[in-house]
């Protein structure tokens, strides 16, 4: 699912940064903050849901949406991922075309407020 994102998200514009578990995701979100993350809960060496609530104590004021995927669908997931800034849940399966409008559409609210340049 992950190589299936990253080229339809390279495809379609977007520069993409892979990483293979959740702390390699996390060093290199504090190295250099993404515009955008897409992640998934189940992941090695630290969870989806670990990775957001550590970015959400090392970045308080992160200026980026965070994409939670995942095929759970008990109400602990949901509750989690509703009380974080600016994230959203997407239960599996995914479809390509709505992960996109839903950055395009991010990235165009934040450059009418004055957040990211144009492409």
């Given amino acids: 699912m992950t190589r299936v994102i990253e080229l ?3 495809r379609e514009g977007y520069a993409v940064e892979v990483v293979g578990d959740g702390q390699e ?6 190295r250099q903050a993404p515009d955008a993350l897409i992640t998934d809960i189940n992941m090695p060496r630290m969870s989806g849901k670990e990775l957001c609530l550590q970015l959400e104590r090392q970045l308080p004021e992160r200026g980026f949406r965070i994409i939670v995927m995942t095929s759970m669908t008990e109400r602990d997931h949901r509750d989690w991922s509703g009380e974080m800034r600016d994230t959203v849940f997407m239960e599996k399966p995914v479809s390509m075309r709505h992960i996109v409008s839903m950055l395009a559409e991010y990235f165009a609210d934040r450059r009418a407020e ?3 340049p144009d492409a």
């Fill in 8 to 10: 339809f998200l390279r």
């Fill in 25 to 30: 995701a996390l060093e290199s979100i504090l």
């Fill in 114 to 116: 004055g957040g990211v």
